[in-house]
């Protein structure tokens, strides 16, 4: 479905398939916020990622049961180390990009949606339809991407951690007021 909906040429019966989804259990649309917050995760690591992607593209691929016993335990623990070095790597990834807990959290809005997010600071964002934000928290700014659409914002007043909003490549640097973006 996510990918469905992400498609450019996505059809309206789809986003009305996806809204009889949602309202369908409500555990889906935590499903579907998981699979969201994944997504925006590669979306961002990507680029630290080609490398390893190419490799892996012009890798040839040999079935493990065609490996004697004795090689599959070192062919194991290779992808283990593997997938240990690529979880590293999006840490290193979110470190370096001001947020010390490795946490970006992604919101988004369908067409004709609307949502409220509280975050843990007590700001409140209200996303308007079709809209997406990334929030960081770092020790010393709070941080904000308005990814598309439009938002409004209810800082939570910290003087010591200003609230950034970036949209493109304009900032707006707050420490608690209300505004509209």
Known sequence: MHTRLHHEASAESTWIEFAGWLEADNDNRAAFDRVEDLYFALEEAEPHL????????????????????????????GALGLGLMA????????????????RVDHYATAL????????????????NTNSAIA?????????VALEHGEAVFRVGKDSSRPFLVTVGDRDVRDIGTIFNI
């Open 112 to 127: 004709g949606e609307k949502r409220t997010v509280t975050l843990a600071d007590g700001s409140i964002i209200e996303l």
């Open 135 to 143: 929030v960081a928290f770092g020790r010393d700014e709070r941080n």
């Open 87 to 102: 979880a590293s790597l999006l840490v290193v990834v979110a470190v370096r990009s001001g947020d010390v807990t490795g």
């Open 50 to 77: 080609t490398p390893v992607i190419d490799i892996a593209r012009n890798a040839s691929v040999v079935p493990l049961g065609a490996w004697p016993a004795a090689r599959r335990f070192p062919i194991r623990a």
